[in-house]
T-cell receptor, first 115, second 113 residues
Framework: AQTVTQSQPEMSVQEAETVTLSCTYD???????LFWYKQPPSRQMILVIR??????QNATENRFSVNFQKAAKSFSLKISDSQLGDAAMYFC????????????FGQGTRLTINP | GAGVSQSPRYKVAKRGQDVALRCDPI?????LFWYQQALGQGPEFLTY????????KSGLPSDRFFAERPEGSVSTLKIQRTQQEDSAVYLC???????????FGPGTRLTVL
C-alpha cells in the first residue's frame, strides 16, 4: 500500500521569506501523481500544485514550486515570497496513474506566516 | 459556477443515532469521492462512485457506514448507530472523470457525544 509522510507538524516563516515543506512517500508504482493541497480554516481543500512522476521537470505555479526527487521518493514544496494568505494546513498527496483514483494524504503541516 | 456543496456543515449526534450527510457535486462530474478527516490528521479515503456505481468502498471503516448515489449526482453518506470514534470532518470531492483533478467541498463536521 502507498503511504505519504510529512515529518513537520508545524512550520513558520516571516512574511516575504521562503519556506520549504517536506514530504516523502512509498510506492512500488513507477508512474503516479503527487499533489500539494492547501486547507485553510474554512476547511475547503484547494489544489496548489501537481507533479506527474513521469515528468522530470519540477512543477511550478507562480510562487509555488516543488523539488521532486523520484529515486529518493521525496516531494517538497517551496513557497517563495510568503504572504499572510498562505497560512493554512498543507497536505501532500499521492494518486496512482491507473486504477484506483483515490488520493492518499500525509498527516499535514501547519504553516504560520509571521508579519 | 457552483462548487461542491455539502450539508449540513455541522452535525451533533448522540451516540447510537443515525446520521445522513449530503454531497452535491459539481454539475456533470462523473466521479465522486468521500473522505474522513480526523482532528489533526490528513483525509482518509472512504468510498468512490463513478456515476451511480460504487466502484470502491474499501475505506469504509465498518458496516455501519453506507454511501449511495442513486441517480449519479447527489450522494449521501449514512452512518448508523454513531459512535464517538466517528467524530470527524467528512469531505466530499468530485471530478469530471476519475483521473481529473478532484474538487473538494467544505466538509461536514460530525461530533458524536
Amino acid at each position: 500500500a502507498q503511504t505519504v509522510t510529512q515529518s513537520q507538524p508545524e512550520m513558520s516563516v516571516q512574511e516575504a521569506e521562503t519556506v520549504t515543506l517536506s514530504c516523502t512517500y512509498d510506492t512500488s508504482e513507477s508512474d503516479y501523481y503527487l499533489f500539494w493541497y492547501k486547507q485553510p480554516p474554512s476547511r475547503q481543500m484547494i489544489l496548489v500544485i501537481r507533479q506527474e512522476a513521469y515528468k522530470q521537470q519540477n512543477a511550478t505555479e507562480n510562487r509555488f514550486s516543488v523539488n521532486f526527487q523520484k529515486a529518493a521518493k521525496s516531494f517538497s514544496l517551496k513557497i517563495s515570497d510568503s504572504q499572510l494568505g498562505d497560512a493554512a494546513m498543507y497536505f501532500c498527496a499521492y494518486r496512482k496513474l491507473q486504477g484506483a483514483q483515490k488520493l492518499v494524504f500525509g498527516q499535514g503541516t501547519r504553516l504560520t506566516i509571521n508579519p | 459556477g457552483a462548487g461542491v456543496s455539502q450539508s449540513p456543515r455541522y452535525k451533533v449526534a448522540k451516540r447510537g443515532q443515525d446520521v445522513a450527510l449530503r454531497c452535491d457535486p459539481i454539475s456533470g462530474h462523473v466521479s465522486l469521492f468521500w473522505y474522513q478527516q480526523a482532528l489533526g490528521q490528513g483525509p482518509e479515503f472512504l468510498t468512490y462512485f463513478q456515476n451511480e456505481a460504487q466502484l470502491d468502498k474499501s475505506g469504509l471503516p465498518s458496516d455501519r457506514f453506507f454511501a449511495e448515489r442513486p441517480e449519479g449526482s447527489v450522494s449521501t453518506l449514512k452512518i448508523q448507530r454513531t459512535q464517538q470514534e466517528d467524530s470527524a470532518v467528512y469531505l466530499c470531492a468530485s471530478s469530471a472523470q476519475s483521473y481529473n483533478e478532484q474538487f473538494f467541498g467544505p466538509g461536514t463536521r460530525l461530533t458524536v457525544l
